[in-house]
């Protein structure tokens, strides 16, 4: 499986760690879904649980120009080659989209790849709007897709 967010916002670039923002709440859904707890593990722990539950981590876009860390701010886009990544995995069976950004451009890019494309509520503080059990929930779909 692979999740895929839409660029890293401005505490992951500086920490050099994918959902690094402590209120990001990726590594709590993420981790329920493989049956995890990765929100006390240092982040080397947290990949390697990632890797062992079979999850990658990537993003839609390879670049952008952005001010803060917000989607909605992102200018001049470059997009990642996804569908090449997708056939250069032949035991990829679903893709999950961490928020509408990542949706929206995941499931351009990777449409008639057949894979699963499960478009996932962002984890994002920023997306308050949904409760948290609902995420989970959404998020726990996922399960279907791994082992």
Not at 7 to 30: C, D, K, T, V
Not at 118 to 143: C, D, N, Q, T
Request: without cysteine.
């Amino acid at each position: 499986m692979l999740i895929l967010g839409s660029l890293p916002g401005e505490r992951s670039l500086a920490a050099g760690q994918y959902y690094a923002h402590p209120q990001n709440r990726f590594w709590h859904l993420i981790g329920g879904v493989i049956g995890a707890e990765l929100v006390p593990l240092p982040y080397p722990k947290r990949l390697e649980a990632l890797l062992a539950g079979r999850v990658g981590l990537w993003d839609t876009l390879a670049s952008a120009r952005r001010e803060g860390s917000l989607d909605a701010a992102i200018r001049e886009p470059e997009h990642n080659e996804l569908a090449e990544l997708a056939g250069s995995l032949p035991g990829l069976r679903a893709v999950g989209m961490n928020g509408a950004t990542a949706t929206r451009i995941g499931a351009r890019l990777l449409a008639g790849t057949g894979l699963a494309l499960i478009a996932l509520p962002s984890s994002s503080p920023a997306y308050a709007a949904m409760p948290l059990a609902e995420k989970e929930r959404r998020w726990g779909a996922l399960r279907t897709f791994l082992g």
